[in-house]
């Protein structure tokens, strides 16, 4: 052969050879490939309301994840491995779901002697830095309950307030009117302080998009797809949608209210008051959350306690 030829061989197994490495690196797949859920550790100490002593033996279940957990004697439970879960941030869509800077969990501790304890919502931030939860249950032969019914307790935190302005800065740039084709409405009454009504203000369902504007009584209506608002992240399906209700109007501190529940086939309402805005650089906002349905709740104790 001659030296041209060579060359030509050469270049040609060349080729040959860095194909089939390529095609081989693509296929291989490493540890670093596969998505591994993210987590957070989360330590939960329990103390009795009254007397402030820790409480030990306190049964703990994060609810969605496996495990039961113990407390010591100190009250405190070992470190717990918690999935970084934005599902409840998941409806107001894939923006504001990556702008939430935590995950959330619920959280069911039980004692025998005292009330059950249902914490709903507790931010868990990812790293190797423990969330720490401090929980206080009451004792159920104490004088002060003997006049409260409710064999448990709960809390619902709110999110951050960095992504709360992120979602009224949502409502704010949804620029057309729309009420929604939903079967019932929610009715909304927008008053100052004075219980005057306030005309001009927008009344805004986030997660579905939704916009009214209040007329001269200060009346409004938005008709939510409840399809949209139900809740299904819990073993216990609730019968009630949820709805988010956020309430603007310029010169005013904007109002947010949480888990508004609708029910299928009945109408809404509702008043909501504003407060006057006394700095315009930079605007807080008033929250409420709506409490969890109590016989949902309940069951929800009922069903982790079972499996627990």
Known sequence: MTNRKWV????ILLIFI?????????????????????????????????????????????LGND???????????PIINVDINKDIYKKYGEVLTKKASSGSCSILVTKEGYKDFIYFNKAVYQGEASNTLKIEMANVNTKSQEKNDMDYTTFIEAPHSLWVQDLIMKCQDIKDVNQG??????????????AKPIEGAFAVIPEQDLKV????EGKCALKPDLSKAMNNMYT???????????????GYVPF??????????????IDIKLKPSKNKDREDYLMNIEPYDGEW?????????TGS
């Open 8 to 11: 030509y061989l050469y270049l």
């Open 18 to 62: 860095i194909l089939i490495s390529g095609c081989t690196k693509k296929t291989v797949k490493t540890d670093a490939d596969k998505q591994v859920t993210p987590k957070g550790k989360l330590v939960v100490t329990v103390i009795d309301k009254e007397s402030k002593k820790p409480v030990d033996s306190a049964g703990i279940t994060i």
């Open 67 to 77: 495990g039961f957990y113990k407390t010591d004697e100190k009250g405190r439970s």
């Open 181 to 194: 084709k939903g079967q019932n409405q929610i009715l909304i009454n927008i008053l100052d302080e004075k």
């Open 213 to 216: 504007k209040s007329d001269k």
């Open 236 to 250: 216990v399906k609730k019968e009630k949608g949820e709805v988010t209700i956020i309430v603007l109007k310029e």
């Open 256 to 269: 947010v209210l949480l888990d508004k529940p609708v029910e299928m086939g009945k109408d809404a309402s």
């Open 297 to 305: 709740v309940k069951k929800i104790i009922e069903a982790y306690k």
